[in-house]
């Protein structure tokens, strides 16, 4: 799967690609970027609630601080 032609990395940009094709304004999509990054980056707490072992919630936040990188650089 690609987003916008990106299938490795996909950045903040290509995501912000997508926004008009769907009828998203520009500033909407940095909006729900901004706020879909703020609730990723709570990760811990919601793996901790949701009872997810210490070894895998460490894992997949590593995963999602990559990913948070790339979203969160303004184009």
């Not at 609730?39 to 070894?55: D, E, F, L, P, Y």
């Not at 895998?56 to 990913?67: D, F, R, S, T, V």
Request: some cysteine; overall charge positive; hydrophobic content about 45%.
């Amino acid at each position: 799967m690609t987003i916008a032609g990106e299938g490795r990395a996909p950045a903040r940009r290509h995501l912000l690609d997508l926004a008009s094709p769907a009828g998203i304004s520009a500033a909407e999509a940095e909006s729900i970027l901004d706020q879909v990054a703020a609730a990723a980056g709570h990760w811990r707490t919601h793996a901790s609630r949701a009872g997810v072992g210490t070894k895998g919630a460490q894992e997949i936040e590593g995963a999602i601080a990559k990913c948070l990188a790339r979203v969160r650089e303004k184009p």
